[in-house]
């Protein structure tokens, strides 16, 4: 009673505010017509005598079109109205003003012709917000039109209502909207929802009333209803989180079948709600560790302890459903739909599950320019926290001449992001490409992310600054003075071992121009002038010479570098400092006025300068800490991703930032609605009498199809005649209220028994085999847009191939019917397909070496793979015999081609039993990382006690020292074991002639070089010493050489063939300088430690 008492009042206060409407409309249509003839009496005087020539026959242009146009407007032929409309529309869509025609189109509102009111209203649309008051006129045609049969005009009238921003008719448009709440037609309640959002920005007061329409069309059910509403839900309640409880499962169900950006507004509500209901899931990642062995002793009681521990959290179902429902949706189309799903699953996804997006994240950087730049942004804040989930992908980020620089600029970060000791080689190849830009901020940016590279990784960080040192004779100023900010930099991580680059740097100080550049390299003088004595007071002197005529910073640092050479060095500087000091204190420039008073008092000692000055050493030259050269984008992860906010890094107005997660999570039986659900009862039925329910899931499914179908029926029918859209509806409603009969029927026959709907991790399996059609038909769509996608399904068939077989064994009849729909969605696996493995059974030795002359390589025909110049015996413990129960093993690199796969390492592994009892069944189990590619060993049946075996496998390390970890395993018993390579075991002899060594060595310089110089004994300075310690480190052979004090030794990579040169140049007062060439950098710089250390040792 109090609601229709409360809908009586409204409408009588709508009523009042028509009549105050239509008393003001009258007093205006009064004074309208003498208005416009005025108008138009003195239109063409006036633009004779005010305007130019071009600019009169422009008017009088317009006028005279917009006369025929009224004309055709004002006619009685309704074909006459139709094509003025049409024109108008049309002079609208190219920018063109028609604001003059309001009164000529205002008339035509009351048109019985379907085609040309719709016409009307879309002109309405667009001038009513301007043309308010002649808009009123018409106000009561629009109430009017709330009531016609067609669907399109009662969308289209409240669309014009909701367009006029007059505060008198609120209670108006309030009306209409919980009118055109409750329509039958989806589309119209669609067009309220709209609606509200306009309300609101007109009258905030209107909050509660517009809340009570939002929590009713939440309910619906249409998928054409539920984005707009949510739309609306975010501007006017964004925190009235308890409207969403009932309706969550509901939306996410319905998430695959709404329209595009109804999918987009919908996922970010959800991840917001998301983050306030459900407990955090990363806390799963700490408690599980793949590397953990248990230990020998350890008791069965505390490993059950720690099992039930392990699996402390569990993810509520709820979670799980938003997260499947959104998977499919990572092949959209549209690229604003798979970025919020990608930021979902950033925000929402356990840590081993956010790897999913990466690939459709990649795909959208073959778009446009703009969604590039949003997808790159995004993406270099996800690099930064998980690298490896694009480290795969790392040849999508490398620059192309054609992109612009803030395109170049975002994927240099991503480069430098991924960067790590396996793939650093291949990043500083390309960063060398990049340096030689034309764009000069480009390039910049290049040498920099170099810096942030050799600071991060510090195996590269003399091949670096030795890269740096050479830019330093570049011709072009911009890239001389950001190498110099650079090195500074890098200097300050290890200042000892570079003086010769201070020294270098001092030395090209009179060419260098820009300021930064110059005050960097006296920062390094001062800083280090106890390294540099000679040097550093001779370029105090060159400073004093012009200093009057040097930019403000670098003066600064002049009177620095006075300073702190003034303390360590005052015999040779002190009439300088004094000089120095003497024109600062007369300088333009305060602060330089002010840091001369300063210094001086500081280290000149008189009676004034108190106790300050006994410190000024320790003040001056106290040991700075070095910089820690970060990402731009570190601190964007603060913001959501695909937000405004993210991309401008500063908080926009109307951002709603994402909550941390709950320490415990809210009382999830919130979210539980009562319905009667008879696929329930009917999957009992069939575990009780063994009848599969494939038929009624069918039918079920169906059924939903058919009414979404009825719905995009409506929509797509209604341009028709009103009779055809109102038959057509009618239809529709008949068929559905008939389907409910039959629904209610079949009900009746079974105990009506009303059920919690609570989905479990059981029923979840369930509910995705029943979605499948509905799923099946998103991403077919899609399908198109996506065909370098399609290669994955292979792979994620064969990985869910096991969990299909168990399932098939409880429910055989529903599961033949899911294998084949689900494979068509199984997206799980998003990762590049590993290299598939040669059998051992296809390759013989001598097949192999018949085949070696084949192989296709970019090294020249006179290069060729050798026999070992020496083989360590040296073995390495695999697994003790304490820890492996008896077993015992040890491994050794024998140093041969392997035979199963060339890119392998050949290992010879050497099994014992030293228990008393037979070992059977020894064979290799899993292995980590998941990519890595490893031939195991046959399975050894049984060794007996005492008894040994040796046995051969091949592993690929990928031209990385990463251990290889794999559990090797007897039939009781599973251990983890790992095997390190040195680096020396990763290459392959090969020979060749000096003059080839030559050639490939041109080819390796820059930052493919690394050398380093060592003393050795004298005794040691001949050829057989230096030989043999060379090739125990490294698997090298000897490359013949014309000069006695120079040896030089050769290999390639087992993985990718690169080349490595090794030169040993003998020199006087027992020195030696090794030369290391190769373009895998840090293999480079690894070896040449190696070889540093063998060699001072011998």
């Given at each position: 009673?109090?609601?229709?008492?409360?809908?009586?009042?409204?409408?009588?206060?709508?009523?009042?505010?028509?009549?105050?409407?239509?008393?003001?409309?009258?007093?205006?249509?009064?004074?309208?017509?003498?208005?416009?003839?005025?108008?138009?009496?003195?239109?063409?005087?006036?633009?004779?005598?005010?305007?130019?020539?071009?600019?009169?026959?422009?008017?009088?242009?317009?006028?005279?079109?917009?006369?025929?146009?009224?004309?055709?407007?004002?006619?009685?032929?309704?074909?006459?109205?139709?094509?003025?409309?049409?024109?108008?529309?049309?002079?609208?869509?190219?920018?063109?003003?028609?604001?003059?025609?309001?009164?000529?189109?205002?008339?035509?509102?009351?048109?019985?012709?379907?085609?040309?009111?719709?016409?009307?209203?879309?002109?309405?649309?667009?001038?009513?917000?301007?043309?308010?008051?002649?808009?009123?006129?018409?106000?009561?045609?629009?109430?009017?039109?709330?009531?016609?049969?067609?669907?399109?005009?009662r969308a289209s009238a409240l669309r014009v209502l909701s367009s006029i921003r007059v505060l008198i008719i609120v209670p108006i448009m309030m009306l209409a909207i919980k009118e055109a709440a409750s329509d039958m037609s989806p589309y119209v309640r669609k067009t309220s929802a709209h609606a509200i959002q306009k309300l609101y920005s007109l009258d905030p007061d209107q909050k509660e009333h517009l809340i009570e329409v939002i929590e009713k069309l939440l309910k619906d059910k249409s998928t054409l209803v539920a984005g707009s509403v949510v739309m609306a839900f975010e501007e006017v309640c964004p925190d009235r989180i308890d409207l969403i409880h009932k309706n969550y499962r509901k939306l996410c169900n319905l998430l695959v079948d709404v329209e595009e950006w109804g999918q987009v507004v919908i996922i970010s509500m959800l991840t917001?709600?998301?983050?306030?209901?459900?407990?955090?899931?990363?806390?799963?990642?700490?408690?599980?560790?793949?590397?953990?062995?248990?230990?020998?002793?350890?008791?069965?009681?505390?490993?059950?302890?720690?099992?039930?521990?392990?699996?402390?959290?569990?993810?509520?179902?709820?979670?799980?459903?938003?997260?499947?429902?959104?998977?499919?949706?990572?092949?959209?189309?549209?690229?604003?739909?798979?970025?919020?799903?990608?930021?979902?699953?950033?925000?929402?996804?356990?840590?081993?599950?956010?790897?999913?997006?990466?690939?459709?994240?990649?795909?959208?950087?073959?778009?446009?320019?703009?969604?590039?730049?949003?997808?790159?942004?995004?993406?270099?804040?996800?690099?930064?926290?998980?690298?490896?989930?694009?480290?795969?992908?790392?040849?999508?980020?490398?620059?192309?001449?054609?992109?612009?620089?803030?395109?170049?600029?975002?994927?240099?970060?991503?480069?430098?992001?991924?960067?790590?000791?396996?793939?650093?080689?291949?990043?500083?190849?390309?960063?060398?490409?990049?340096?030689?830009?034309?764009?000069?901020?480009?390039?910049?940016?290049?040498?920099?992310?170099?810096?942030?590279?050799?600071?991060?990784?510090?195996?590269?960080?003399?091949?670096?600054?030795?890269?740096?040192?050479?830019?330093?004779?570049?011709?072009?100023?911009?890239?001389?003075?950001?190498?110099?900010?650079?090195?500074?930099?890098?200097?300050?991580?290890?200042?000892?071992?570079?003086?010769?680059?201070?020294?270098?740097?001092?030395?090209?100080?009179?060419?260098?121009?820009?300021?930064?550049?110059?005050?960097?390299?006296?920062?390094?003088?001062?800083?280090?002038?106890?390294?540099?004595?000679?040097?550093?007071?001779?370029?105090?002197?060159?400073?004093?010479?012009?200093?009057?005529?040097?930019?403000?910073?670098?003066?600064?640092?002049?009177?620095?570098?006075?300073?702190?050479?003034?303390?360590?060095?005052?015999?040779?500087?002190?009439?300088?400092?004094?000089?120095?000091?003497?024109?600062?204190?007369?300088?333009?420039?305060?602060?330089?006025?002010?840091?001369?008073?300063?210094?001086?008092?500081?280290?000149?000692?008189?009676?004034?300068?108190?106790?300050?000055?006994?410190?000024?050493?320790?003040?001056?030259?106290?040991?700075?800490?070095?910089?820690?050269?970060?990402?731009?984008?570190?601190?964007?992860?603060?913001?959501?991703?695909?937000?405004?906010?993210?991309?401008?890094?500063?908080?926009?107005?109307?951002?709603?930032?994402?909550?941390?997660?709950?320490?415990?999570?809210?009382?999830?039986?919130?979210?539980?609605?009562?319905?009667?659900?008879?696929?329930?009862?009917?999957?009992?039925?069939?575990?009780?009498?063994?009848?599969?329910?494939?038929?009624?899931?069918?039918?079920?499914?169906?059924?939903?199809?058919?009414?979404?179908?009825?719905?995009?029926?409506?929509?797509?029918?209604?341009?028709?005649?009103?009779?055809?859209?109102?038959?057509?509806?009618?239809?529709?409603?008949?068929?559905?209220?008939?389907?409910?009969?039959?629904?209610?029927?079949?009900?009746?026959?079974?105990?009506?028994?009303?059920?919690?709907?609570?989905?479990?991790?059981?029923?979840?399996?369930?509910?995705?085999?029943?979605?499948?059609?509905?799923?099946?038909?998103?991403?077919?769509?899609?399908?198109?847009?996506?065909?370098?996608?399609?290669?994955?399904?292979?792979?994620?068939?064969?990985?869910?191939?096991?969990?299909?077989?168990?399932?098939?064994?409880?429910?055989?009849?529903?599961?033949?019917?899911?294998?084949?729909?689900?494979?068509?969605?199984?997206?799980?696996?998003?990762?590049?397909?590993?290299?598939?493995?040669?059998?051992?059974?296809?390759?013989?030795?001598?097949?192999?070496?018949?085949?070696?002359?084949?192989?296709?390589?970019?090294?020249?025909?006179?290069?060729?793979?050798?026999?070992?110049?020496?083989?360590?015996?040296?073995?390495?413990?695999?697994?003790?015999?304490?820890?492996?129960?008896?077993?015992?093993?040890?491994?050794?690199?024998?140093?041969?081609?392997?035979?199963?796969?060339?890119?392998?390492?050949?290992?010879?592994?050497?099994?014992?039993?030293?228990?008393?009892?037979?070992?059977?069944?020894?064979?290799?189990?899993?292995?980590?990382?998941?990519?890595?590619?490893?031939?195991?060993?046959?399975?050894?049946?049984?060794?007996?006690?005492?008894?040994?075996?040796?046995?051969?496998?091949?592993?690929?390390?990928?031209?990385?020292?990463?251990?290889?970890?794999?559990?090797?395993?007897?039939?009781?018993?599973?251990?983890?074991?790992?095997?390190?390579?040195?680096?020396?075991?990763?290459?392959?002899?090969?020979?060749?002639?000096?003059?080839?060594?030559?050639?490939?060595?041109?080819?390796?310089?820059?930052?493919?070089?690394?050398?380093?110089t060592i003393t050795m004994a004298a005794e040691n300075m001949t050829s057989q010493p230096i030989s043999r310690p060379v090739a125990t480190v490294a698997n090298l052979g000897v490359v013949p050489s014309g000069q006695d004090n120079v040896h030089r030794f050769a290999g390639k990579t087992a993985s990718s063939g690169a080349v490595v040169l090794v030169t040993v140049e003998l020199r006087e007062l027992s020195t030696a300088l090794i030369t290391i060439n190769t373009e895998k950098s840090v293999m480079g710089s690894m070896l040449l430690r190696d070889l540093k250390q063998a060699l001072a040792q011998a």
């Amino acid at each position: 009673m109090n609601g229709h008492r409360g809908f009586s009042v409204l409408r009588s206060e709508a009523v009042g505010a028509v009549r105050t409407a239509l008393v003001s409309a009258e007093n205006l249509q009064l004074t309208l017509k003498t208005e416009l003839s005025q108008e138009e009496q003195h239109l063409k005087p006036h633009t004779h005598t005010n305007g130019g020539p071009d600019e009169t026959h422009t008017k009088g242009y317009c006028t005279e079109v917009n006369d025929d146009l009224k004309e055709m407007l004002e006619s009685n032929k309704e074909s006459l109205k139709l094509e003025a409309m049409k024109r108008i529309v049309g002079l609208i869509a190219k920018g063109k003003n028609a604001s003059e025609l309001f009164p000529a189109v205002v008339k035509n509102v009351a048109s019985k012709n379907t085609e040309l009111k719709k016409l009307v209203y879309v002109y309405l649309v667009r001038y009513a917000e301007e043309q308010q008051d002649l808009a009123l006129l018409s106000i009561s045609t629009f109430q009017r039109a709330l009531k016609d049969p067609n669907q399109l005009i009662r969308a289209s009238a409240l669309r014009v209502l909701s367009s006029i921003r007059v505060l008198i008719i609120v209670p108006i448009m309030m009306l209409a909207i919980k009118e055109a709440a409750s329509d039958m037609s989806p589309y119209v309640r669609k067009t309220s929802a709209h609606a509200i959002q306009k309300l609101y920005s007109l009258d905030p007061d209107q909050k509660e009333h517009l809340i009570e329409v939002i929590e009713k069309l939440l309910k619906d059910k249409s998928t054409l209803v539920a984005g707009s509403v949510v739309m609306a839900f975010e501007e006017v309640c964004p925190d009235r989180i308890d409207l969403i409880h009932k309706n969550y499962r509901k939306l996410c169900n319905l998430l695959v079948d709404v329209e595009e950006w109804g999918q987009v507004v919908i996922i970010s509500m959800l991840t917001r709600y998301a983050r306030t209901q459900f407990t955090s899931p990363w806390k799963e990642d700490s408690v599980f560790d793949e590397h953990s062995v248990r230990a020998f002793y350890e008791s069965d009681e505390e490993k059950t302890r720690d099992e039930t521990e392990a699996k402390a959290y569990v993810m509520d179902p709820d979670h799980r459903l938003l997260l499947r429902n959104t998977k499919p949706l990572l092949q959209s189309r549209n690229t604003a739909v798979v970025m919020s799903v990608a930021q979902l699953y950033w925000h929402l996804a356990p840590k081993n599950e956010v790897s999913i997006v990466t690939k459709s994240l990649v795909r959208l950087l073959r778009s446009h320019r703009e969604v590039q730049y949003i997808v790159l942004q995004n993406i270099a804040t996800m690099s930064i926290q998980r690298k490896g989930m694009f480290e795969p992908y790392m040849k999508s980020f490398y620059v192309r001449s054609t992109d612009a620089t803030h395109i170049k600029s975002l994927k240099l970060e991503i480069l430098t992001n991924l960067a790590n000791e396996a793939n650093i080689s291949t990043i500083l190849r390309e960063f060398q490409t990049y340096v030689k830009s034309q764009d000069k901020q480009f390039a910049a940016g290049t040498i920099q992310a170099i810096g942030r590279c050799a600071t991060n990784i510090s195996e590269v960080t003399d091949t670096c600054l030795n890269g740096l040192v050479l830019l330093l004779s570049n011709r072009d100023e911009t890239v001389v003075a950001e190498s110099v900010v650079v090195i500074k930099k890098l200097l300050q991580t290890q200042p000892t071992q570079h003086s010769d680059i201070i020294k270098h740097m001092a030395k090209l100080f009179d060419n260098i121009t820009v300021p930064m550049a110059r005050a960097s390299i006296l920062w390094l003088m001062g800083e280090y002038c106890e390294r540099v004595p000679k040097i550093a007071p001779d370029v105090l002197r060159k400073m004093a010479k012009s200093f009057t005529s040097e930019e403000d910073i670098v003066k600064l640092q002049t009177v620095n570098l006075a300073a702190k050479l003034y303390l360590t060095n005052s015999k040779q500087t002190k009439l300088l400092t004094q000089y120095i000091l003497n024109l600062g204190k007369y300088d333009q420039n305060y602060d330089i006025r002010d840091r001369t008073r300063f210094i001086r008092q500081l280290i000149v000692p008189n009676d004034k300068s108190g106790a300050l000055s006994k410190y000024a050493h320790r003040i001056l030259l106290a040991p700075k800490p070095a910089p820690v050269i970060q990402s731009a984008y570190k601190d964007r992860d603060r913001y959501q991703l695909g937000t405004l906010s993210h991309t401008i890094n500063t908080k926009a107005s109307g951002y709603l930032e994402l909550s941390d997660w709950p320490a415990v999570a809210p009382d999830q039986s919130v979210r539980n609605v009562e319905v009667i659900e008879p696929v329930k009862e009917e999957e009992e039925e069939e575990e009780e009498e063994g009848s599969g329910s494939s038929s009624s899931d069918d039918s079920s499914s169906s059924s939903e199809e058919s009414g979404s179908d009825a719905e995009s029926s409506v929509e797509k029918n209604s341009s028709q005649s009103s009779e055809e859209s109102d038959k057509s509806s009618s239809q529709s409603e008949k068929s559905s209220s008939e389907s409910d009969t039959e629904k209610k029927k079949r009900k009746t026959k079974k105990p009506l028994q009303k059920k919690t709907v609570k989905p479990t991790a059981k029923d979840s399996d369930s509910d995705e085999n029943r979605n499948v059609a509905k799923e099946a038909r998103s991403s077919s769509a899609e399908e198109s847009s996506s065909d370098s996608e399609s290669d994955s399904d292979t792979d994620a068939d064969s990985g869910t191939e096991h969990k299909k077989k168990t399932k098939s064994k409880a429910k055989p009849k529903v599961e033949v019917k899911s294998n084949e729909e689900v494979s068509l969605l199984n997206l799980d696996d998003f990762t590049p397909a590993p290299l598939t493995q040669l059998k051992s059974s296809v390759l013989s030795p001598s097949l192999l070496g018949d085949l070696e002359g084949l192989c296709l390589s970019n090294v020249s025909s006179a290069i060729q793979v050798s026999g070992p110049a020496f083989v360590p015996e040296k073995s390495h413990d695999l697994l003790h015999r304490m820890t492996g129960k008896g077993l015992s093993a040890q491994y050794q690199f024998p140093r041969q081609p392997c035979l199963y796969q060339p890119t392998m390492v050949s290992v010879q592994i050497s099994l014992t039993n030293t228990s008393d009892h037979p070992l059977e069944q020894i064979h290799i189990g899993d292995r980590s990382p998941t990519g890595l590619n490893i031939h195991c060993f046959n399975t050894i049946e049984c060794l007996e006690p005492e008894a040994s075996v040796t046995v051969s496998m091949g592993i690929d390390f990928n031209d990385s020292t990463q251990a290889a970890n794999f559990q090797l395993c007897t039939k009781e018993d599973h251990f983890s074991v790992s095997i390190q390579p040195a680096v020396g075991e990763l290459f392959l002899p090969i020979t060749m002639t000096e003059l080839d060594f030559h050639k490939e060595q041109g080819k390796l310089l820059g930052m493919n070089e690394s050398s380093a110089t060592i003393t050795m004994a004298a005794e040691n300075m001949t050829s057989q010493p230096i030989s043999r310690p060379v090739a125990t480190v490294a698997n090298l052979g000897v490359v013949p050489s014309g000069q006695d004090n120079v040896h030089r030794f050769a290999g390639k990579t087992a993985s990718s063939g690169a080349v490595v040169l090794v030169t040993v140049e003998l020199r006087e007062l027992s020195t030696a300088l090794i030369t290391i060439n190769t373009e895998k950098s840090v293999m480079g710089s690894m070896l040449l430690r190696d070889l540093k250390q063998a060699l001072a040792q011998a």
